[in-house]
């Protein structure tokens, strides 16, 4: 799974064609419990999600398509060997989701299975589901939601082993996807 959740980090990375604001120091986010799983909330990230534990923070420092440095912030889970991820950064020009998308396919050596055009809060966003492979030769399947949010890039994703067929982890990803929400300044 380490090297499932540094390929999914590539998938942030790829989709990064467009420049990105410093933060500064991340925030420590706010957790409350409720049932099994948590409702996590980034006030730096403006967002809040159900996940089923506390999940790991982490910054990376990426380069874009043209060259520039930025920072990206990722939260990450993983339960039953499922991966929760939810990654974002800021951008001060238009974000391209066809070119986020692309960029993904294209890095994860990936094949599109299908996509959708979605909205949050009113913003534009795109759901594409994906398959691929680790370099061992084991299959995963990406359900990734894309939305640009003000100058904002929001990563949602759900990644699973291509032979979980669960109905646990179809109810898994819809939990987490429908409890996804944005704070707009």
Request: aromatic fraction near 10%; include cysteine.
């Amino acid at each position: 799974m380490k090297r499932l959740t540094l390929t999914l980090a590539i998938l942030v990375v790829a989709a990064t064609n467009c420049f990105s604001q410093d933060h500064g120091a991340p925030v420590t986010p706010s957790v409350t419990t409720r049932d099994t799983w948590i409702n996590y909330s980034s006030p730096e990230g403006r967002y809040s999600v159900r996940l089923p534990q506390q999940p790991k923070i982490s910054t990376q420092e990426s380069t874009n398509s043209a060259g520039l440095k930025f920072t990206q912030y990722m939260a990450t889970a993983e339960d039953s060997g499922r991966l929760f991820m939810i990654g974002y950064f800021d951008f001060p020009a238009a974000f391209d989701i066809d070119k986020a998308r692309d960029g993904v396919v294209q890095k994860l050596k990936a094949t599109l299975l299908s996509e959708n055009d979605l909205t949050l809060a009113g913003y534009p966003g795109r759901e594409i589901k994906m398959s691929s492979k680790e370099t061992d030769g084991s299959e995963f399947l990406i359900r990734a939601r894309i939305y640009a949010v003000k100058n904002r890039a929001y990563f949602v994703q759900f990644i699973i082993g291509s032979t979980d067929t669960a109905p646990t982890a179809v109810a898994a990803a819809t939990k987490y996807f429908d409890s996804f929400s944005v704070t707009v300044p």
